[in-house]
């Protein structure tokens, strides 16, 4: 639908000629077309509007919640010390928390290596009888692989007794 204004002038009147043209263009050739007809009158839809306060009763309804709402969650909420206090108790519960474990893990890390140390030593100790075991080894198939070597000792004379009585001193050799 088409809008012309009823008080503009230019606007033709019901049974005037209007004179329409129309350009065609291919390639090479151009026409105009020329054509004459009465003039086109069309209708107008005229709307009315009527004033009404309802949108603005609504409006404010809307408000007035909102501003209910506002209040609402400003003065239901709890004493913000208390949260704090508990914010800071639960901080310093998990810290407690932390350094526990903490600890346990240290604790744990030194179980551990003591249990290597102890393992080591283990370890050095059945190697060191091992060495013992085999040096003794050595030594008796090392005197097995030998020629035995004879030693003779001359003999001594006894000694011969002295006369008279004995004398026995806690200092002097016994012979």
Same mark, same amino acid.
């Given at each position: ?7 503009? =002038? ?43 306060n309802t949108g603005w009763w %609504?409006?404010? %309804? ?8 506002v209040l609402w969650i400003l ?75 004879? %030693? ?8 011969? =007794?002295? =006369? ?12």
């Amino acid at each position: 639908m088409t809008y012309t204004d009823p008080l503009d =002038p230019r606007r033709p009147v019901p049974g005037d000629p209007v004179v329409t043209e129309t350009v065609v263009t291919r390639p090479g050739v151009t026409e105009t077309v020329t054509t004459t007809g009465p003039a086109v009158t069309e209708t107008v839809e005229t709307v009315v509007v009527r004033e009404s306060n309802t949108g603005w009763w %609504i409006a404010g %309804i809307l408000g007035g919640l909102v501003l209910l709402a506002v209040l609402w969650i400003l003065f239901a909420r709890g004493a913000e010390p208390e949260t704090d206090a508990a914010l800071l108790e639960a901080q310093m519960d998990a810290a407690t928390a932390q350094a526990q474990a903490e600890q346990a893990l240290i604790a744990g890390q030194v179980a551990g290596a003591q249990a290597s140390i102890d393992m080591a030593r283990a370890d050095a100790a059945r190697a060191q009888a091992d060495a013992s075991r085999a040096a003794a080894e050595a030594r008796a198939a090392e005197a097995r692989a030998q020629t035995p070597v004879v %030693i003779e000792t001359p003999s001594a004379p006894s000694p011969t =007794p002295t =006369p008279g009585p004995a004398v026995v001193s806690p200092t002097a050799p016994q012979g």
